[in-house]
């Protein structure tokens, strides 16, 4: 099983700020990887896939980069809408989740 | 519009069984592989089971394994869960997911609101 583990646990950042979260795969998932942001009580959303591509509605604040074991979320400037709970998946080997990032304002 | 709405969850006792089902609209439903994703409270995101579009392979995590069955119902828009034998462990908020590109192990871009089954006495 591919184990991701994503960092920090918890970011706390102010609006207008740039969020930069992490993502390392146990092993190579080449660039089958794609964020997800939660809100509470909501269903997770996709932002990204394959590494770099923005999901259809997704602002161009939000980027994705990355390949192999390392990849970084990158929000660019901080919408008070954008405090919520990130989530990194892998599809290399079936799926797996990272355990999540929460962002919060400071 | 793409829709995807889950119900059939509930209290269930230890070793009892639920089948969930996950009702599709807005897209070519048998097109696409389905997964079934969890949530316990408080805690990550959980990949359960997936099934393709035809319904001729299902996939299912170790940690249900024998447990529960995916399957679908390409005529009725509608993909389902059946869950045995279930555990405390196993209480979650429950989504199906739709994927985007068609294949199973793949990014789920549309999600359901989710259905909470609860294992308890």
């Known amino acids: 099983e591919i184990v991701l583990t994503q960092s920090p646990a918890t970011l706390s950042l102010s609006p207008g700020e740039r969020a930069t979260l992490s993502c390392r795969a146990s092993?190579?998932?080449?660039?089958?990887l794609a964020w997800y942001q939660q809100k509470p009580g909501q269903a997770p959303r996709l932002l990204i896939y394959?590494?770099?591509n923005r999901a259809t509605g997704i602002p161009a604040r939000f980027s994705g980069s990355g390949s192999g074991t390392d990849f970084t979320l990158t929000i660019s400037s901080l919408e008070p809408e954008d405090f919520a709970v990130y989530y990194c998946?892998?599809?290399?080997?079936?799926?797996?989740f990272g355990q999540g990032t929460r962002l919060e304002i400071k | 519009e793409v829709q995807l709405l889950e119900s059939g969850g509930g209290l269930v006792q230890p070793g009892g069984s639920v089948r969930l089902s996950c009702a599709a609209s807005?897209?070519?439903?048998?097109?696409?592989?389905m997964n079934w994703v969890r949530q316990a409270p408080g805690k990550g995101l959980e990949w359960v089971s997936g099934?393709?579009?035809?319904?001729?392979?299902?996939y299912c995590a170790d940690s249900v394994k024998g447990r529960f069955t995916i399957s679908r119902d390409n005529s009725k828009n509608t993909l389902y869960l059946q869950m045995n034998s279930l555990r405390a462990e196993d209480t979650a908020v429950y989504y199906c997911?739709?994927?985007?590109?068609?294949?199973?192990?793949?990014?789920?871009?549309?999600w359901g609101k989710g259905t909470t089954v609860t294992v308890s006495s």
């Open positions: 998946q892998q599809r290399s080997n079936w799926i797996t």
């Open positions: 092993q190579s998932v080449n660039s089958y």
């Open positions: 099934i393709s579009g035809s319904g001729g392979s299902t």
């Open positions: 394959d590494a770099s």
């Open positions: 997911a739709k994927m985007v590109f068609g294949v199973v192990f793949g990014y789920m871009d549309v």
């Open positions: 807005g897209f070519t439903f048998s097109s696409y592989g």
